[in-house]
């Protein structure tokens, strides 16, 4: 078996980007959407100009095979953004870390 130390330089990069993605907290899967709506009182601008309608950000997740839209405050934006990023990028080094380690099964390399 090999270990970290026997692999390549490029893998152990992305075995150390994922780990010090692993370390910060939160991680979310989904996807932001910024959705326009007109809100509730008659009387708002939202009602008579579309350029002017509400705009605000929201989580589109799968649960228990139901995709749900959750509404993310305005305070919670930033910190929901960055856990939603974070989510992709460890995603993205586990998919590389993958392809390395299938190379190498096909190669049948330690």
Do not use: F
């Not at 090999?2 to 996807?31: A, F, H, I, V, W």
């Not at 009182?41 to 939202?46: A, D, I, L, T």
């Amino acid at each position: 078996m090999t270990t970290r130390s026997q692999l390549p330089d490029s893998e152990r990069l992305l075995y150390s980007k994922l780990r010090k993605l692993l370390n910060e907290p939160g991680l979310l899967r989904g996807n932001l959407v910024q959705m326009r709506r007109t809100c509730g009182k008659k009387s708002c601008r939202c009602h008579t100009d579309p350029e002017s309608k509400h705009v605000s950000l929201y989580l589109g997740v799968s649960i228990d095979g139901k995709h749900k839209m959750i509404y993310i405050p305005a305070d919670w934006e930033e910190r929901v953004k960055v856990w939603v990023e974070r989510y992709s990028q460890a995603r993205t080094l586990l998919q590389e870390i993958s392809a390395a380690n299938l190379k190498r099964l096909q190669n049948r390399k330690d």
